[in-house]
């Protein structure tokens, strides 16, 4: 069975969530406070996927993202927000969350988003996905989905992974930012191009000796990105 942990502090949401869940094939994991959410991840260390409410009792789901991410780099997150303010948004995506949903949404939506995210998360291993690609100083591993650069390695998430492998199998090809959601997200995805500009923003972050100047993932202005070295 597939587990998605459910941090959800309003239990009659919390239960519509986990009813939709379970029709869907998904076995929900509940949590109605962070520092629950995270207890069972311990418990359970095979959930996958890990829907966060943003405002909680204790810790709020920004923090609790960002202690997932601390030690979790393969689990897929999606913040749940009453809250449309942009700013909120950015914030879970830079903590470290893959994708963001607004309430009120419907079941289809939800699910749509976690289906997504367990394809790219779940390890799947392309056929050819069976040794490394090397561009300069960075060494991509498409069998273990890890990053080196200069020897060192990189923590990403599976979406940040799926981001340089599309860059790295393109290089010096101008992507739009269409291109990269159909890519990385999927075509059914049906969110908004932004989630790909903070993606971008938190790799930079990652990989450039300077992200004010990135010189390996440059803007293409007015259309998307390119991956040159």
């Known amino acids: 069975m597939k587990?998605?942990?459910?941090?959800?502090d309003e239990a009659n949401i919390r239960s519509f969530v986990v009813i939709n869940l379970r029709r869907s094939g998904y076995e929900p994991i509940e949590a109605d406070c962070g520092e629950m959410a995270l207890e069972q991840l311990r418990r359970h260390p095979d959930i996958r996927v890990a829907l966060l409410d943003v405002m909680l009792p204790d810790i709020d789901g920004f923090?609790?993202?960002r202690r997932i991410r601390a030690s979790n780099t393969r689990i897929g997150i999606i913040m749940l927000t009453a809250r449309s303010q942009e700013m909120?948004?950015?914030t879970g995506l830079m903590t470290g969350a893959d994708d963001y949903v607004t309430k009120p949404f419907s079941p289809?939506?939800?699910t749509a988003r976690i289906?997504?995210?367990f394809r790219r998360?779940?390890?799947e291993q392309d056929a050819e996905d069976t040794g490394e690609i090397r561009q300069g100083p960075f060494r991509l591993n498409t069998r273990n989905r890890t990053l080196e650069k200069n020897g060192e390695h990189v923590r990403l998430t599976q979406i940040e992974f799926s981001i340089i492998k599309y860059f790295m199998d393109n290089p010096g090809k101008a992507l739009s930012r269409e291109d990269i959601l159909n890519e990385v997200w999927g075509r059914d995805y049906f969110g908004e191009l932004k989630i790909v500009d903070v993606n971008i923003r938190r790799l930079r972050i990652k990989i450039e000796d300077d992200p004010t100047m990135p010189a390996y993932i440059t803007t293409v202005?007015?259309?998307g990105y390119k991956w040159g070295l």
């Open 3 to 8: 587990k998605v942990l459910v941090l959800e």
């Open 63 to 65: 923090e609790v993202c």
């Open 88 to 90: 909120d948004k950015v």
């Open 108 to 110: 289809a939506e939800l």
């Open 115 to 117: 289906d997504a995210l």
């Open 121 to 123: 998360t779940g390890g």
């Open 221 to 223: 202005w007015g259309y």
